[in-house]
């Protein structure tokens, strides 16, 4: 087995907690409600925010039909969504609800579009099937009940399974599954497409989509991580005989750099399958991952886009700092009192949140969280509100303001 190295952590300020109260986190949260309120003027309907501003204003784009100079769209439009479940959670306020039941009826015609009309226009031909589902009819079945919601949950999380490759033990992330190029290639994002197969298990008579999330992860955490803790963005397997390949970047700057979003989709992606799991390898490695991570962060704590910059002019890439931010939330959630790092990840969670909170929420209603970074080389999003980081951020708010169910 591959035993990634556990850093030391080496910021002193880590020891203590920063000086951000639940209350802090409410007034965040409250200028948060104004910008949504806003971004609802213009977003509503089929009418989604595109994966990332351009001079920090999105622009619209649709759920049923995918156009393909939109191809960054086909995985983003839930996170509207989830960020209106989330105000709905956080207010009580019948409108955000009803506005997000709407998007449920558009990701069902969306799913049987795929069956019944144009499965290339539908867009669901990639693994990022959790991060369209999880957060729309997944968040309306547990916050509703709805039976509609669940159906078309379960019928997301079938058509996912479809890309699991038994000889390797992952699902593939991108392409046709005979596409000679996208064959057998996993990515760490996916950490977080595994838990809609983890809900779907709950309702099924047998234990096959658990054990396809279970050995995916388990793939994931063999391969996806070096010996010094860092992480490929996608690693290519060998689907005749499971045996691995290569790792290579399609985000980060390089094959062999770490791309700052990567890394924390592992930071929150393997606690959360060592909650399913209860896998103790899932947790250990997190903490190389956190630890590997929180000793690269500029002086104001918010990861640079890739961890091979470590300058305070490099970019930042605040999504990936919210998203990290979570992981260690979930990671401490999972360690006993005993273990002194529970402490450290609590508090350099806030850290971050603070910083994020102080430096870099949007000041122009038109989106949430400043200086994210889609994709740097492919000169898309770079330092612009990105629908994901905002949604991050929001779920971040919330997990740290109440006791909160999580869609995933
Ligand atoms: N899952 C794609 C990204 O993180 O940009």
Not at 207 to 213: E, K, N
């Amino acid at each position: 087995m591959n035993q990634p190295k556990l850093e030391e952590i080496k910021r002193e300020e880590f020891k203590t907690k920063p000086n951000f109260s639940k209350e802090d986190v409410k007034d965040v949260l409250d200028k948060i409600v104004k910008i949504v309120d806003h971004m609802l003027l213009k977003f509503h309907g089929d009418v989604f925010p595109r994966a990332c501003s351009k001079g920090y204003v999105y622009d619209t784009v649709g759920n049923l039909v995918w156009d393909e100079t939109n191809n960054e769209s086909i995985w983003t439009t839930s996170f509207w969504t989830g960020i209106l479940w989330l105000m709905y959670e956080y207010t009580h306020d019948e409108k955000y609800k009803k506005e997000a039941q709407l998007h449920s009826d558009s990701f069902r015609t969306r799913i049987e579009n795929y069956y019944h009309k144009d499965e290339q226009e539908a867009g669901l031909n990639h693994h990022d099937i959790g991060f369209l589902y999880c957060i729309t009819t997944v968040a309306d079945y547990k916050l509703t009940g709805s039976e509609k919601a669940l159906e078309t949950s379960l019928m997301a999380a079938k058509l996912l399974s479809k890309r699991y490759i038994d000889k390797a033990k992952i699902l593939q992330a991108w392409g046709d599954m005979n596409d000679e190029n996208q064959r057998g290639r996993m990515i760490i994002d996916c950490n977080l497409n595994i838990p809609l197969l983890y809900f779907a298990n709950s309702f099924s008579s047998n234990d096959t989509y658990y054990q396809m999330a279970y050995n995916h992860v388990k793939t994931a955490s063999e391969y996806l991580i070096r010996p010094d803790a860092s992480t490929f963005h996608t690693f290519h397997m060998d689907t005749e005989t499971g045996a691995p390949r290569f790792g290579s970047t399609h985000q980060g700057y390089s094959d062999n750099s770490c791309w700052a979003r990567g890394q924390a989709w592992g930071i929150m992606g393997f606690p959360i399958s060592y909650g399913y799991t209860k896998d103790e390898v899932f947790l250990d490695k997190a903490k190389c991952l956190a630890n590997y991570f929180l000793n690269r962060l500029p002086k104001d704590f918010v990861c640079n886009w890739d961890l091979i910059f470590q300058n305070e002019n490099d970019q930042r890439d605040t999504s990936a700092a919210a998203v990290a931010a979570i992981g260690l939330l979930e990671l401490a959630k999972h360690l006993p009192l005993t273990d002194a790092s529970k402490r450290v990840y609590e508090n350099a969670c806030l850290y971050i949140t603070k910083s994020l909170s102080e430096k870099y929420l949007g000041t122009n209603q038109e989106g949430i969280l400043k200086s994210g970074v889609y994709f740097y080389h492919g000169n898309l999003g770079i330092d612009e509100y990105l629908i994901f980081g905002d949604y991050f951020f929001v779920e971040l708010l919330i997990r740290l303001y109440k006791d909160w169910n999580s869609y995933w």
